[in-house]
């Protein structure tokens, strides 16, 4: 089985950061992994998760971040996933979704970024999505099967 993990677990369960709020997060999300390996889960990044973990380290760090990510699947954003963003895209704006979520202060940016990682995990065939993201987990439901990552 393949799980599909989201950005904030990857800060704080392989790169170990987090903000002072947060340090309680660093070893749950190692546990997470540790959980996987236990289990014998692979475990999956979509490359726009790789690429959110990599914006606040400094360029010359980014070969050792990335050695760290070597044990892990890393799927790319290809034309399968691009075709599974346009449908996902799609129907989230039938049903008005995509409004909703600008109304309430999600950024076109950001709303591409988050259904660029759930389309990257449809494609690849992943079985599960976990996240911390409550608005992307909601925008996954339909399409992929989620697990909340939170501090509770």
Known sequence: MVVCIDT???????REEATPTQKDMIPKAKELFEYFGRQK?????PSIVVGE????VPVPEHPNVLNKFSQFIILPYDTLSAM??????QQL?????ITRLQTTGLSRVE?????????????HGAKVLYSGDHKLLKLATNFIEIQVFSHA
């Open 111 to 123: 709303l591409k970024a988050d259904l660029m990682i759930i389309a990257t995990a449809v494609a």
């Open 41 to 45: 889960i692979q475990v999956a990044f």
């Open 84 to 89: 599974w963003f346009a449908r996902i895209w």
């Open 53 to 56: 973990s990599l914006v606040r």
């Open 8 to 14: 904030q677990i990857v800060i704080w369960g392989v």
């Open 93 to 97: 704006k039938d049903q008005e979704e």
